[in-house]
């Protein structure tokens, strides 16, 4: 991580709402897992609720979304070889990211994105793109629910024209969570940039092709 840091980072902008997002592939995990992880977090939920109140509750409960994160990409990691490798092939792997950067400026600030062979990473900024106008001058909202609909349907779509297949592209939930501040932002973007690293792939973060971090300065 210390070669990563060596270069300036974007910009952190704290009044925006900025995500870090995690989306895989269908059927990369197996459903018992899901379970396992699913019945672990719900009773550590139900301690938390009932030990705690207040602010000290959401900070207690946020802490617990990003351990059972770690889990959760963890287990990403660990069943590489039995889940589905789609984008491990580059003509798949850039469809994907020539539409994260088609909806840069549109429905997002792109910060950092990461495409590994069963998941995808992705650090953006949705404060400036919350609001825009259509045509006959109403204002319509762009939420994430919608703005990752709209990236994961095209992807998808475009993913399986070019495999030959049909059937589901992307498992249909994704894991998204609030970027607090600029520690936790820079830790986000350092771990975004060196999962090809840490799983072996490159020695260094920017030799892996479908590694991207903005360059704003």
């Not at 139900?46 to 959401?58: C, D, E, L, P």
């Not at 909806?103 to 997002?108: A, I, S, V």
Request: proline residues 4%; neutral net charge.
């Amino acid at each position: 991580m210390d070669n990563f840091y060596q270069r300036k980072l974007p910009h952190w902008h704290p009044a925006g709402q900025m995500f870090f997002i995690t989306f895989r592939l269908a059927n990369s995990l197996p459903v018992q897992i899901m379970q396992e992880l699913k019945e672990e977090r719900e009773r550590e939920e139900q301690n938390v609720r009932a030990k705690f109140s207040g602010a000290q509750q959401y900070d207690e409960l946020y802490k617990l979304n990003k351990k059972y994160f770690g889990q959760f990409d963890a287990w990403l990691d660990r069943c590489v070889e039995e889940s589905p490798r789609w984008l491990a092939q580059e003509q798949i792997a850039q469809i994907v990211a020539d539409e994260i950067h088609a909806l840069d400026g549109e429905r997002y600030r792109l910060i950092a994105y990461c495409l590994m062979s069963n998941h995808v990473h992705i650090a953006m900024d949705t404060a400036e793109h919350n609001i825009q106008p259509t045509h006959n001058g109403v204002t319509a909202p762009y939420p994430l629910a919608d703005t990752l609909k709209r990236l994961k349907g095209r992807t998808a779509r475009y993913c399986n024209q070019a495999l030959g297949r049909s059937g589901s592209f992307w498992h249909h939930e994704s894991y998204d969570h609030v970027v607090r501040n600029q520690k936790e932002y820079e830790n986000i973007i350092g771990y975004i940039a060196n999962n090809p690293v840490k799983a072996g792939l490159v020695n260094n973060w920017e030799d892996w092709k479908f590694t991207f971090v903005s360059k704003e300065s």
